[in-house]
């Protein structure tokens, strides 16, 4: 079945043909796995709803993979760092094992990646599928060597994970007799989903959200107001998003002309931010809460942001004679980084459509905590040390 837009999407959805939802690797992945984020929560609205989340297990036990390798790294890193720490200050007490068992709360990395996953699992009520019961080894023989997809010309054996993924959602639909819209970047599941007759592909997961919502077109036209240059919420979320900013962690990497260079980048500082197009605003989420019938809506906003980010430089050269590092003095720079972000805004509206309509910004997150810095090729000395200005003869 060829790919289809987003307003016919919006009819299959209302008429009730598709009725569930699934999620592909590459998802979780450009997330960086938070899995707590509100994009990845927003999952938890179909909770207890005939409309179902569904994944694939192939899909859990490559998802399982990443965490467990993040988790590693994180420990590792924390390891290394402690021990540079507690060797700087010439700290006995505590150890850093002490301090590693505090952090870790003395579980491992294996344990830690089930937890996570399965708190996942159980506040969006996912319903993990049985891959292998669902399809047979002859399908995907058949489709390996007849070159269908999600096999292609290349290294066909990388895609059997893809294949049993994607067979088991469409017998699991065909099983059902619905449809199920997929969230994938990949592009062998865009492959396979353009000949399926059961599967339909969206790129992004807030736009799915967006359409699964498809939130009232009063609470959207109140909103966007909100949002306008002239509405009054777009400085209360420009605060939000400014700190936000002065929350990511910013790393920055360079090559020294000589010796050695060692770098820290202080907190980003928000300098413009270029607002979405109206229809690029998705509505993610949309609930009742308690107090007086408000309404808790999360929204996802693309953003293009430029953040200046102080960053010192510490220069230094290897004496070999000596055997020391001999300190060469630093300077410090400040970068403009052009970042694109998505930020997930949580609001309340009250009393929609009255006289007294108020809309009350709860809360704001950016999708990145962590963004690393290039500055290429430095030099211990400022250019405008030693160049004037003028272009040489």
């Known amino acids: 079945m060829p790919l289809v837009d987003d307003d016919q999407i919006k ?4 008429d ?3 009725s569930a939802i699934s999620v592909d690797t590459s998802i979780f992945d450009e997330k960086q796995l938070q899995l707590d984020s509100a994009t990845m929560q927003a999952l938890a609205t179909f909770k ?3 409309f179902q989340f569904v994944l694939s297990s192939t899909v859990e036990s490559e998802v399982l993979a990443h965490l467990l390798k993040a988790t590693e790294e994180a420990l590792q890193a924390a390891r290394r760092g402690v021990g540079k720490a507690l060797a700087a200050f010439g700290t006995v007490a505590p150890s850093r094992d002490d301090l590693l068992v505090q952090i870790t709360g003395g579980k491992t990395p294996e344990e830690v990646a089930k937890e996570r996953w399965g708190r996942f699992v159980d506040d969006t009520g996912c319903e993990v599928l049985a891959d292998t019961d669902l399809v047979a080894t002859s399908t995907l023989f058949d489709a390996y060597f007849g070159g269908k997809p999600p096999f292609g010309t290349g290294r066909k054996k990388d895609e059997f994970p893809d294949a049993l993924a994607l067979n088991a959602l469409e ?3 065909k099983d059902h007799g619905t449809c199920i819209l997929v969230v994938s970047k990949d592009g062998d599941w865009r492959s396979y989903c353009e000949k399926s007759e059961k599967l339909y592909l969206v790129s992004e ?3 799915a959200l967006s359409l699964v919502t498809d939130a009232p077109l009063g609470l959207r036209t109140a909103i966007l107001a909100w949002l306008s240059e002239d509405g009054g919420g777009r400085e209360e979320v420009h605060q939000g998003i400014a700190h936000n900013v002065e929350q990511i962690d910013f790393t920055a990497n360079a090559h020294p002309t000589h010796g050695e260079v ?6 980003g500082q928000i300098q413009s931010i270029d607002w979405p197009e109206e229809g690029d605003i998705d509505i993610i989420e949309v609930d009742e809460t308690s107090e007086g019938g408000a309404l808790r809506v999360v929204l996802s906003l693309p953003l293009d942001l430029v953040v200046r980010v102080p960053v010192e430089m510490s220069f230094s050269f290897w004496d070999g004679v000596d055997k020391e590092s001999i300190g060469m003095g630093g300077r410090s720079v400040e970068v403009d980084e ?8 949580v609001i309340e509206v009250h009393k929609l459509g009255s006289e007294d309509e108020e809309i009350v910004l709860i809360e704001s997150e950016l999708e990145d905590r962590y963004h690393e810095i290039e500055l290429g090729e430095v030099d211990m000395f400022d250019p405008e040390d ?4 003028e272009e040489p003869e």
């Open 11 to 14: 009819v299959l959805l209302a």
């Open 205 to 207: 997961i807030e736009r």
């Open 171 to 173: 017998n699991m639909a």
């Open 262 to 267: 060692e770098l820290f980048a202080w907190a």
């Open 16 to 18: 009730g043909s598709i």
């Open 386 to 389: 030693y160049w004037d200005g």
């Open 338 to 345: 052009e970042l694109y972000e998505r930020s997930t805004v």
């Open 48 to 50: 207890g709803k005939p």
